[in-house]
Structure formats: C-alpha cells, structure tokens
C-alpha cells in the first residue's frame, strides 16, 4: 500500500519517496528551505525536531545544510529524562548527529533539567521554553502505538498534554517503555508551529496512520491531534 491511497483530510499534503536515504534528503533539505526563509524574513529561526534511531539520517544530512547556523535556534518536542550521556537522551543524539560542524553554531534549548524529580523538572523545562522564539518548524515522528512526541496514550498528564488551550509549554508524561519518564512539549506549543511535518517510514507506521484517520479520540492516538491541521507527511516504504 502507499500513502496516496489513504483518505487524507484537505489539510494534510503527502510525499512518498522512495527509499529511507532519500527521505532523510527531502525533508533536511524542505526543513533547510524553510529556517533559510525565516532568517531572510525576521532574522532568526526556530526548528523543533523528534530523536529516537529513524531520524538519524535525517539529523546528519540538515546538518551539512548551508544555513546561517548561528541565527537557528534549536529544541526537541520530546525528551527522556536521563542525562545529556546517557546512551537514550535525545539532546546526546542531536549533539552527535545535527550539532556539528557548522551547525554547532545553533543555540540549543534543553528540555532536560536536574531536579529532584520528574515534575520538578518538566517544571524548569517549562520555565526553559518561555524563551523559545517562534517555532518555524516542527518535525514529528509516531509511535506504533499512535504516540507522538511523548504524548503517550494512557499516560496520566495527556488530557492536559492535548489541551490546546493549556498554558503549560511542557509536561512530565509517562512512556509504557523504558525509559519511563519523559517530558514533552504540549500539543499548544507544539501546534503553534509554522510548518509541521510528520516523517513515517514503512507498511506498518501507514497502518497506523490508517488506524489514526479512521477515528477521533486523541487520547486513543495522540497523533490525531495533528491529522487536520495544515500536515505534511514524508513517508517511505
């Protein structure tokens, strides 16, 4: 099955490329476009991008994009809450993967905080965003559970995690995988974006977009939040 075959709302664009290496080439390179265009308008540009294993390719080909790297600012929609070393923080994955060369240039905006414990910290990475300039680009992922960013179904903070109308940038929110705890940027913040993309690869990430389009309960499928908003999907097989 491919992605045009799926019902799509009007807002949602697809791209169907070919293989992973030439997803990873399309979006840093659609990504780059926009953050280019940001900086000629305001000066500046925000980027907010998803970690885990399948964006790696993706990190490494944006950051050999020629861009004034030193007016890009930086952030992740998700976090796990382990230290910037540990084998699983996504700000370890950015800074090995996105963060160098010339791109180590960008200011970065962390989501992990020491503190004494999970709240606490979702509590300073809250305070953390009030200074993140307007996001021009998200980049979102999806679990195949229907999850995206740390927005979990059934973890206990998603009601408010989905509320558009929340005042919180950040949230501690549990993961049924280890590791458990995470903090997420808030559906509010996250949805603000000027351009948001969602990057699937695989038969079996399109069947749990199908699942997705075929109903309306976001906290069944977090990523339903985001289907009917102004979308682009860069998917692969």
Avoid at 69 to 85: C, F, G, H, I
């Amino acid at each position: 099955m491919a992605i045009s075959e799926l019902q799509l709302p009007a807002a949602v664009k697809a791209h169907q490329l070919a293989d992973a290496e030439t997803l990873a080439a399309t979006l840093a390179g659609d990504v780059a476009e926009r953050l280019r265009a940001a900086i000629g308008a305001k000066g500046q540009a925000c980027v907010v991008l998803s970690g885990g294993r399948s964006p790696v390719p993706f990190l490494e080909k944006l950051s050999g994009q020629a861009l004034d790297w030193s007016k890009v600012t930086v952030s992740l929609a998700d976090e796990r809450w382990v230290p910037v070393e540990h084998a699983d923080s996504n700000a370890g994955l950015l800074a090995r993967h996105l963060l160098k060369g010339a791109a180590a240039k960008a200011r970065f905006v962390s989501l992990y905080h020491q503190a004494e414990n999970l709240d606490g910290a979702a509590d300073k990475a809250d305070h953390a965003l009030a200074e993140l300039p307007p996001i021009d680009v998200l980049v979102l992922g999806m679990g195949d559970d229907g999850h995206t960013a740390s927005l979990f179904p059934s973890s206990p903070n998603l009601e408010q995690g989905l509320d558009l109308a929340s005042k919180r940038r950040c949230l501690p929110l549990l993961a049924p995988s280890v590791p458990h705890q995470r903090l997420s940027m808030t559906r509010a913040l996250l949805a603000s974006a000027a351009f948001i993309a969602l990057s699937v690869q695989g038969q079996g990430k399109l069947a749990t977009l199908r699942a997705a389009l075929a109903g309306n309960d976001l906290t069944e499928m977090p990523i339903r939040a985001f289907l009917h908003d102004p979308l682009d999907i860069y998917w692969c097989p």
